[in-house]
């Protein structure tokens, strides 16, 4: 079963003669417990699409379908709660002011859920954070703990999808590998479905089962791991960014590589 | 191929300190390196002394830090000795800095044009005209299709690769022997990343100078760079040549290679560093 149905999904901003239409008509199911990558350059849309499914973005038309359910511009708290997001910056994307805690009971407050100590402490127990970190504030937290407490906040009203908006962009590469494999982990043990939105190809890669290559608001192409890994893929502009995440190709280096035989 | 052995800046033990309240912090500790008429990658993550390395070569640490050397040589001049009216020389025109975003190191209120043309008029008291006819020539270079226009530009009305474009070419009309590039190509999109670096690449090479290249991307640096030197703590672990980074000794070296998802060598799960008390010591 679909847990994700988007169906000629285009979203927009602004009113009237400045519309600006940010994505264009894009279609894809994602299955419960599968990941869908969406990769592309700043400005291609693909954060507005996890607005829209996220329902931070109500200026969407087509359909959109969560959960065997069809989601209106207007959502219930419930269908609200089934997706959460995990922002890129871990460090602007928590109150600063308000301890772990605080933050992670606001969430159960606006959904009223009862035995929130008790969700707290599981949930940070989940994402490998000591308990008494709830007493601490953001900036007493390295990157990688605040991008802890992101996903745990995503997590506590028991989500069935999590929307990842560059999770790891934010972090060093030691840290990275801590976060990939957390949300590995959680996935398994959640059952969670995820959408990974990413620029490195290598990250998405890692988590996704199949990943939609965006450019300027639309999909040129939908890849699967698979292809990924054995470099069969068709477009030119996913060969670029492939190339992108191994580092740098010297155009001078290239030519020469392709005069030897292989 | 450029000449390696042919010297441009000479570190030795150079450390910097700050004082704070609660006691000396040293950010760089006993760092040693020289770099040739090479591309040299500084690899590190946040908090490694990466960048306070780059800004006490130009001795452009915040005032209250303090740097000590036993030798810090760029060419003929002594950095340690300098005077602040010599390293205002030295500064943009013998060495440049090429910073991570453009939005953020450009002046917003001058035209791209005026910025480029200040560093010749300034350095080598060049004409107006000198500087406008030179300014057009080093935008050409970086791939600038129409140099007029982007001349009267302003900062806010161009791309972000065409601003580290503009930012090349500001560090490189005053004809500098070292550029340090701290993290100049972060902030862009992977298809303009590589436009970037084949400009950078290509000057470097054409004028046979020295670039330090700093960074956090380890494939980005292995691939770039002809040596790297890698930083945990303010310390250098590791200095290597590029192609050998696979075959890296020190385990922090080895720690981030493996934590590092790739496309050609996939696994199911990433590596976590430990890390070791011990890689503090000496």
Redesign the interface.
Known sequence: MSMIKAHHLAVSYGHGETALKVVKDVSFEVEKGETFGLVG??GCGKSTILGALAGRNKQWTGTIEIDGETIGQKRTRAQLAKQQLVFQDPFGSIHPRHTIGRTLLEPLEIHGKDRRQERIEKVLTDVGLPLNFRYRYPHQLS?GQRQRVAIARALILEPKILLLDEPTSAL???I???I??LL?DLRQREQLTYILVS?????V??LCDRVAIMQSGGFVEVATRQQ??E?TVEHPYTR????????????KRNSRREALPA | MANTSDTILTVENMSVEFPTLSGVTTAVRDVSFTVGREKIGIIGESGSGKSTTGRAIMRLQPPQAIVKANRMQFEDIDLMAASEEEMRSIRGRRIAMILQDPKYSLNPVMTVGEQISETVILHERATPQEARSRTLAMLERVNIRDPQRVFDLYPHEVSGGMGQRIMISMMLIAQPSLIIADEPTSALDVTVRQQVLSILDDLVVERNIGLIFISHDLNLVRSFCDRVIIMYAGRVVETIAAADLDQAQHPYTRGLLNALPSLDHPKDRLEVLRRDPAWLEN
């Open positions: 350059e700043s990157g060093d590469v030691s990275q590998a801590e990939l494999n590995k620029h490195d190809l290598a990250v890669a890692h990924l890994l470099n670029i960014l492939m190339d992108g995440s191994r580092g740098y190709v010297s155009e």
